[in-house]
Structure formats: C-alpha cells, structure tokens
C-alpha cells in the first residue's frame, strides 16, 4: 500500500487539477462575460422597454442567432420578476473549493519539500500548514474591512488593495518557499475572489431577489457592493491566472528578487485587464496594453541571466557524479525519494546522455535554485557552481 500511495496521489492531483482548470474556465469565462455586457449596455431602442424598468441593452450576434441582454437596475416594473432566474455561483465556489484541494494536495502534503524552505523559515510540516491558512484567512478579513472602511471610494480602495497584494508578497516570501509563496499569492486573491461572491454577491442578490418578489422597495446598495466586489475580482483574475501557471517557470519565483517579478507580472496583467474593460465602455486606449509591454520587456531584461564562467571545463562525469546524489533520487526511471511514483515531468537523469539531453533544463532550474526541490538532498554551493559550470559550455548537450 505504501508504494501505491503516490500512485494515487499522483491521480488525486491530476483529477483535481483538471476539475479545478474546468471550474476556473467557466468562472472566468462568466466573469469577462458579464463585465463586458455591463459596460456594453446602450439605451433601450423601444420607450416601453424603458418603461418597464430596462437600464440599457445590448444585441449580440453568435452561434447562427441573434441575442438581446438586457438590465434591469431593481427588476422590472409593472410584472413579476421571473422565477426561472439564472445565478452564477458554483463555477466560482468549485474553483476555489479545486484549487484548496490541489493546496493540500501539493503543498500541505508534502510542506517538507514544496511548502517550506529551511533558508526562509526553518518550521515544522504543522506550523507551516498553519500558516499557509493563517496567510490566506487574514489576507480575505484585512481585504475585507478595507472595503467596508472605504465604501464608495473606490479609487483610493484601488490603490489600498494593490498595497495589501505588495505586503502579502513580501509576508508570503518571507514565510514559504519561493514557488509556494507565489501561490499563496494567488490563492490569497482567489480566496478573496470567491469570498466576495459568497458573502456579499450571492447576499445581496438575494435581499434584491426577496424585496421585489413581496413587492417592498428595492435598497440599492447590495446591488452597488456586489458589483463593487464583481469589479475587483474581474481584476483580479490575471494575475491569478498567472500565478496558476508559474509553477512551470522558475525563473520567475526563483529569481533573487521574485517578488518584484511577481509584481511587474501583476501590474502587467491589470493593465491588460484594464484595457479590455475600458474598451467596451469607452473604446481602446492603447497606452494600456503599452505599459503591460513595458513592463514585460523590462522584466526580461533585467532577469536576464549572467554568464557562468568557470576556471575550468567541467566534464560530464563530475556533473553525472553530483546528479546522482543530488537529483537523481527523484529523477530515476523508480524514484527512491518518498512521495514520488516516477520522475517528475517524465525527466530522467541517470545516464549521461540522459543528462547532457537536458543539460538547458539543469542550467533554468539549478541556477534559480528551484531544483533540488527544497534542497531536499543538500546540494552544497560549490556543487551547484560545478553543474552550472558543465552545462554553460558549449557541446553539454552531447556526452
């Protein structure tokens, strides 16, 4: 059972991964929908229309018909409001409810190798799961009373919430490994994103839904917080997104100052996000999608990695001899690491050609420090400067 136990790990965290990735699918897709419609929405062509209480409307072409949405601010007037209503809620509850599987599954599981850095905090496995919901617990209730403080001012809440995401970012660096700081991040944010939706925009749709079906006058404000908190999680989503795949990328969290990377890639998506939102509204404004470009390319340019220069050429044996004690223990046709059924990513390094093959891949991951995975395996300084050195050269990639 022992040796089958990551076998099946190995399927929970696909299964749920793939649920996850499906939920955030139509979650997102939702979310850009309606933000759209909202901003799309012109004056009703028919005065009756009007009069029943529409705010705007918008016609839409797809699929081989044509479409009419339209708004009603506090439900239509002089008839009932429908009792087939549509609500948009458990795309965003099974998103969130995936990704804290995929958490655990990854980072609270395994805290000792994915989830805690001895180098950043030295903790044990149970006090780093504490903090992983500790981090992400104080990160929904401050963003919350931050929105409650700042009701209807809504560009000084923008700039207060952007300097909560910096603080959690320097706190989440200073608490875990680098890669899980980077979902922590992200979780944080997609915690708040489903949090809105189930405190505050399922809620008050709810009182608007009850007050119009007995026939008492509409209170505005649910309706006004609910598309608040609609607005910020619509901006939240790149970045979330980005964060969703940067577990590919080390040379983003593993980078020296990762933060700050995590920032500019953060600040770039918001302006994107931006750009599309003031798009339906108003029409492009291209110094948007210029900025995220700016930001972008100086991103790759400062992270730009340094040449590695060694005293001397470094042969295949001594790059072979550190990765078979540093690396091969999980990269092996039978890993002997716990937790691993096969090498991860299929990346196989026990023979020389196995390991000149890969030799770019050992220069991305070693030189960010990502691998060995929390240095499970106690690669020294000077051995990471070796392999660095052996696949620098020209011709690593032949053995």
Request: overall charge positive; proline content about 5%.
């Amino acid at each position: 059972m022992a040796q089958l136990m990551p076998y099946l790990l190995d399927w929970a965290n696909l299964l749920t991964r793939w649920l996850h990735l499906i939920a955030g699918i139509a979650w997102i897709g939702a979310s850009f929908y309606f933000v759209m419609l909202d901003n799309s929405l012109k004056r009703p062509r028919k005065s009756e229309d009007e009069a029943r209480g529409v705010h705007g409307e918008l016609w839409a072409v797809h699929g081989g018909g044509f479409y009419c949405s339209q708004k009603f601010l506090t439900g239509p007037k002089g008839e009932p409001l429908s009792e087939d209503l549509h609500w948009s809620k458990w795309e965003a509850y099974t998103t969130w409810l995936s990704g804290m599987g995929m958490l655990a599954l990854v980072y609270w599981l395994g805290a000792a190798g994915t989830l805690t850095d001895a180098k950043v905090l030295d903790v044990t496995q149970g006090v780093a799961v504490a903090l992983s919901v500790a981090f992400l617990a104080a990160g929904w209730v401050i963003y919350d009373l931050l929105c409650r403080a700042l009701e209807g001012r809504d560009g000084l809440l923008g700039i207060v919430v952007a300097v909560l995401v910096m603080a959690a970012e320097w706190l989440a660096f200073n608490l875990f490994a680098p890669r899980a700081a980077y979902i922590h991040v992200g979780a944080m944010l997609g915690t708040c994103m489903a949090a809105n939706v189930f405190f505050h925009i399922m809620p008050g749709q709810r009182r608007m839904v009850n007050a119009i079906r007995n026939g008492l006058p509409v209170d505005p404000r649910p309706g006004q917080i609910a598309k608040q908190r609609s607005v910020h999680n619509t901006y939240f989503t790149l970045p979330v997104l980005f964060v969703m795949i940067s577990n590919h990328y080390p040379m983003t969290f593993g980078h020296a100052h990762g933060g700050i990377v995590l920032a500019g890639l953060m600040l770039a998506g918001v302006s994107i996000r931006q750009f599309f939102v003031f798009r339906h509204a108003h029409g492009p404004l291209w110094a948007l999608p210029a900025i995220a470009v700016a930001i972008l390319a100086a991103l790759i340019v400062w992270m730009a990695p340094k040449p590695v220069v060694a005293d001397k050429a470094v042969d295949i044996g001594t790059a072979q001899r550190i990765v078979a004690a540093r690396c091969a223990s999980c990269h092996a046709e039978k890993p002997t690491q716990e937790g691993f059924a096969q090498a991860p990513k299929g990346i196989v390094l026990e023979t020389p050609a196995q390991i000149a093959s890969n030799a770019s891949l050992i220069l991305s991951t070693v030189s960010s420090g990502y691998m060995p995975l929390g240095n499970l395996t106690g690669m020294t300084d000077e051995e990471r400067r070796l392999l660095l050195a052996w696949a620098a050269q020209p011709g690593t990639t032949k053995p």
